[in-house]
């Protein structure tokens, strides 16, 4: 199996190392709510919610933002140039080592 391991630092400040599948087309998102980190995931990975959102914190080069994700992020609280919603950002071995900050909750 494939597997990439990234760090997400919770609400409170504390480091969460997380290792998942890159072959399950499986996302961020899924990835911190697997290991029962406090992401709702509201709208189930549709870029709807932004509850989903997280600040990307190590210099990973991520795919572009699409329309859907811009266009969310536009409506969210909390956002800043380092804003992505985790449910766009699907495993992948580029994503080895990467750190994401969970963004405060805006439900
Ligand atoms: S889970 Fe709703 S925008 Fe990511």
């Known amino acids: 199996?494939?597997?990439v391991t990234v760090t997400?630092?919770?609400?409170?400040g504390q480091s969460h190392t997380l290792t998942g599948p890159t072959d399950m087309n499986m996302n961020l998102m899924e990835l911190c709510r697997a290991y029962e980190l406090p992401v709702l995931g509201e709208c189930g990975g549709?870029?709807?919610c932004a509850t989903?959102?997280?600040?990307?914190?190590?210099?990973?080069i991520l795919p572009e933002q699409s329309d859907a994700e811009l266009d969310?992020?536009?409506?969210?609280?909390f956002v800043k140039t380092n804003s992505r919603l985790g449910c766009q950002i699907q495993l992948n071995d580029s994503l080895q080592g990467a750190c994401f900050r969970l963004a405060p909750e805006s439900l």
């Open 1 to 3: 199996m494939h597997e």
């Open 8 to 12: 997400v630092v919770d609400r409170e």
């Open 46 to 48: 549709m870029a709807m």
């Open 52 to 60: 989903c959102q997280v600040y990307l914190e190590s210099n990973t």
């Open 72 to 77: 969310m992020l536009d409506q969210a609280f």
